[in-house]
């Protein structure tokens, strides 16, 4: 198989399919747990980042300007893309609170 951009071949793939030889090992990962020690959700049960971003923001109200900015910026890129980036740790958006309590020097 060879995908073609503007007549120009960009990738091939080639593949063999065989049916499993008996006797031959078979290997098989664990599923992570999350940080928490709990076992990786699914990812229907995990939240799009750019939904995640959206929520946070609509829930600290208080989130200095230039970091809301940001998350936005980030959120709207997310939703652009052809890759869907899931959150499966809540805590994974931390670092948009961890400026909450602190005060502007300027």
């Given at each position: ?76 890129e997310r939703r652009q893309s052809s890759i869907e980036v899931r959150n ?19």
């Amino acid at each position: 198989m060879v995908a073609t951009q503007r007549g120009v071949p960009i990738f091939t793939l080639t593949c063999s399919f065989a049916l499993p030889e008996p006797g031959q090992p078979t290997r098989e990962f664990p599923i992570p747990t999350l940080p928490s020690g709990k076992p990786m959700p699914c990812p229907e049960e995990c939240e799009p980042t750019e939904l995640r971003l959206d929520r946070v923001l609509a829930e600290r109200p208080d989130t200095p300007p230039k970091l809301r900015q940001y998350a936005e910026r980030v959120a709207a890129e997310r939703r652009q893309s052809s890759i869907e980036v899931r959150n499966t740790d809540p805590a994974d958006l931390g670092w948009l609170g961890a400026s909450r309590g602190k005060t502007n020097p300027e």
